[in-house]
């Protein structure tokens, strides 16, 4: 895999052209910025700009107008090689707050382990209805210390109305749901996304993490899919390189709060 080529191929399929990722969500090209408008619960945000220092002052303004108009707090998902260089400051200038710093990694599903099984004691559980979905929400709970109610808003959605772009599961110790993950399907793209992975603190390092990648991986192969595609924390960044994911950027969560502005 070609670090250079595959963030080119990234950047056209997953953000200049990305579709709506959830069923009520629609996608505008203006003043050079690819934003998504959702409902309250949603992702409402820019996945995409082309911009440059004459521009960009003037598109931020007018993304936050069009939010504000709808009462939407948004994010702008901001790319370490995103232009003008300053674009970060600018966003901050404009009433940003600053989300920490993720990494993009991306695998070829090819090079992936997609046979590792759980660990002793785990039983993997497809989540395909809402008490599937409480299942994930506990371990969210636990193991993130959020509620994450729009996480729960946008799967409850996308199983409900478009089952065929999302894969979810809880591992299961007994009938205590202790690691979760979301596996989103982009149509007309290379790529898959892993989303939401996370175990409860006394489940972690006993190998849960890597089955549940391994696990969407070969969902993620089944369907035909190339890469798979993740913003990785910190934390589980050196997992993900060992199991041979490939760090091209970083991206960084730019939140503007609507009642702040």
């Not at 002052?57 to 936050?64: G, K, L, R």
């Not at 199983?159 to 999302?166: F, G, N, R, S, Y």
Request: hydrophobic share 40%; proline share 7%; no cysteine.
């Amino acid at each position: 895999m070609n670090p250079h080529d595959t963030l080119a191929l990234f950047d056209d399929q997953m953000r200049r052209h990305a579709q709506p990722d959830d069923p009520h969500a629609t996608l505008h090209l203006t003043d050079g910025v690819l934003r998504q408008t959702s409902t309250r619960q949603g992702w409402n945000g820019i996945l995409w700009s082309d911009l440059d220092h004459t521009t960009a002052d003037t598109a931020i303004a007018n993304q936050i107008s069009h939010f504000a108009a709808l009462g939407h707090d948004f994010e702008w998902k901001l790319y370490a090689h995103d232009q003008p260089t300053d674009l970060a400051q600018r966003l901050l200038a404009a009433g940003a707050t600053q989300e920490p710093t993720e990494t993009l990694m991306v695998a070829a599903i090819s090079d992936l382990p997609t046979t590792t099984p759980p660990p002793d004691g785990i039983h993997l559980h497809p989540v395909t209805d809402p008490a599937g979905v409480d299942l994930m929400m506990q371990v969210h709970q636990q193991a993130f210390e959020t509620t994450a109610t729009h996480i729960k808003h946008r799967l409850l959605t996308q199983l409900a109305e478009a089952p065929d772009t999302v894969a979810a599961v809880v591992a299961m110790a007994g009938t205590r749901p202790v690691s979760a993950a979301r596996l989103d399907l982009h149509p007309g793209t290379h790529f898959a996304s892993l989303w939401s992975g996370g175990t409860v603190p006394d489940w972690r390092g006993r190998g849960i993490y890597r089955a549940l990648v391994a696990y969407r991986a070969r969902i993620a192969a089944a369907h035909g899919y190339r890469y798979l595609q993740v913003d990785a924390s910190d934390d589980s960044r050196p997992i993900l390189s060992r199991l041979g994911f490939t760090a091209l950027t970083t991206t960084t969560p730019h939140l503007f709060v609507v009642e702040g502005l």
